[in-house]
């Protein structure tokens, strides 16, 4: 099954709902980084995070930086999405990670660190981005987006992301929700929501068990009469290629590609969000400089 988000809104317009699947968009991920168990699950569960940001955006050619920067072994953690779907992401140190905690469950909070930031850029095509971001609350990136959504855009939520991981390490299971209460939303309403999220299975959980995001939506939330307003497939995609790359260099300036000429007599460019490989002869960095 290919990963995919609805969004979905019950019928009294109060509460709005994204699910998401995710297993092979964190799968490849891991491939591509080599990421440790709890690296995987710190950047899935950013990645999925971003997924369901990203789809919001209007414009075709907007993006959604997610970005988490806390005190532990893990750095930063930078996650790239767009409207179309499309998500990239990588993390300073892949190879952290930790003991699982004494409920088996990942250390995500201790790679990731309680002290840091959490800040989401968005890149509308206007002159400047927007740029929001808070404080991080235990460095579980949920519960940090949740304290984000109400202090940045004073947005009540409830926000689960998982990543299950298998034996052998690969993503076994992987996916996440976001609640909204909208304006209006009855009292009696948000206990019952209270109610069903501490009764709630864990997303990935619930994804592991072969649920789709319909199903969970149904599943959770089926008591306030859901309405899905629309389906879009997901996936990890780098768009790089030989172009930008060169747009970068040439951003350098004409005395930066000459240092590295005088250097080192060629550059290899490595991006960051696919390890793919880019490499400039002497003679095709002096053409840039021209
Ligand atoms: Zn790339």
Known sequence: MRD????G??????IRVFVATSTQMVEKARKIHGTSPTASAA????LTAAAMLGITMK????TLTFKIKGDGPIGNIISVANNKGEVKGYVDNPYADLPSRSNGKLDVGGVVGKNGQLAIIKDLGLKDPYIGYTNLVSGEIAEDLVHYFHISEQQPSAINLGVLVDKDISIRAA???????LPGVEDEDIDRIEGILKKAKPISTLIDQGLTPEEVMETLFGEFEMEILDRKPIEYKCNCSREKIEEVLISLG??????IIVEDEKAEIVCHFCNGKYNFSKEELINLID
């Open 4 to 7: 995919y988000i609805i969004r």
């Open 9 to 14: 809104i019950d019928k009294k317009g109060n």
């Open 43 to 46: 950047l899935g569960r950013s």
């Open 59 to 62: 414009g075709e050619k907007d």
């Open 175 to 181: 996916g996440g929700y976001i609640l909204q209460l």
């Open 254 to 259: 004409k005395e930066e590609i000459q240092n």
